[in-house]
């Protein structure tokens, strides 16, 4: 039987190589989506189509949801419905201006529930792991593995807030506009340009907290799992599981104090 995580981590790391490797001093876009402001670059498309070989040829009766190329095959064998979720660059504008902050993001899912995960933040040299029930784990070249544990039993006045903003400016003006709620409640915001890797600083303890509107299952699937198996918690608002409207990821205690700030801001809307 196919040892998904490790599959995941050596395609992650080979698409990541290729990234470095063919990276021009200034990528450019090659096209704009749901705004002008939200582009690709031709590294995007030939980072999914090398994920999309390299998943074909391990397994070829698998179903891939990629960023780019959308959802692709698909069959149902006895270990149950096999899907791939895939962003190829997450966090392509850092990408583009060389900021650290960029990372391949894969997630596999088995009949719905995702059972591995893994961000490699490619210029950071660091790759999150986690299986599900096993834990999560930053890898390092020439380093042990290191076990991921959140930050526990902080309360939202010391707690340092990771979030983000989507490509429509409606969105972002309502974004800026929970912005101004949010900020003086909390330690500090940070926007670092990347969801897979914002959930990762939550897992590793970098940041307390993590939440954004927009964000689609290719962003936060694998971060998603990375962060809960190191022990925090990931939703939506008012009970619900996370979705693109709303994704709230923090240690216990802190998970509960985020929700019930945002809930009255009405995050939820575009202007
Ligand atoms: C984006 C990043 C960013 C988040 C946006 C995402 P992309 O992904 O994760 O941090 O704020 O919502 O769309 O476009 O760079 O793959
Ligand atoms: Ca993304
Ligand atoms: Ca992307």
């Known amino acids: 039987m196919t040892d998904f995580l490790d599959l995941a981590v050596g395609i992650a790391r080979e698409a990541g190589d290729m990234l470095i490797a063919k990276r021009p001093a200034r990528p450019e876009a090659v096209e704009t989506k749901s705004s002008m402001t939200d582009v690709v670059t031709a590294l995007d498309r030939a980072s999914e189509e090398l994920i999309r070989d390299r998943v074909r040829a391990a397994r070829p009766g698998d179903a891939i949801l990629g960023e780019e190329g959308g959802e692709t ?32 993001s894969i997630a596999v899912e088995v009949d719905g529930e995702v059972v591995a995960g893994v961000v490699n933040v490619v ?59 949010v900020l003086p409640k909390v330690r500090d915001i940070r926007r670092g340009g990347s969801c897979a890797s914002d959930l990762c600083s939550v897992a590793a303890g970098r940041v307390d907290g993590y939440y954004e509107r927009g964000p689609q299952y290719w962003d936060f699937a694998a971060g998603g799992l990375i962060a809960v198996e190191a022990g925090a918690m990931i939703g939506g608002l008012r009970g619900r599981p996370y979705n693109p409207g709303m994704t709230v990821c923090a240690t216990p205690g802190l998970f509960e104090e985020l929700q019930d700030l945002l809930a009255p801001l009405d995050p939820e809307r575009d202007a």
């Open 73 to 104: 095959g698909g069959e149902v064998t006895g270990e149950g419905r096999v899907r791939w979720i895939v962003d190829p660059i997450d966090g392509t504008v850092n990408f583009m201006y060389g900021l650290p902050d960029w990372a391949v």
């Open 123 to 181: 210029p950071r040299g660091e790759l999150f792991a986690a299986r599900k029930g096993g834990g999560a784990e930053l890898l390092r070249a020439g380093l042990p593995a290191m076990p991921l544990r959140c930050n526990e039993a902080v309360p939202l006045s010391q707690a340092l807030i990771a979030t983000g903003f989507g490509y429509q400016p409606g969105r972002r003006a309502v974004q800026a506009e929970v912005l101004t709620h």
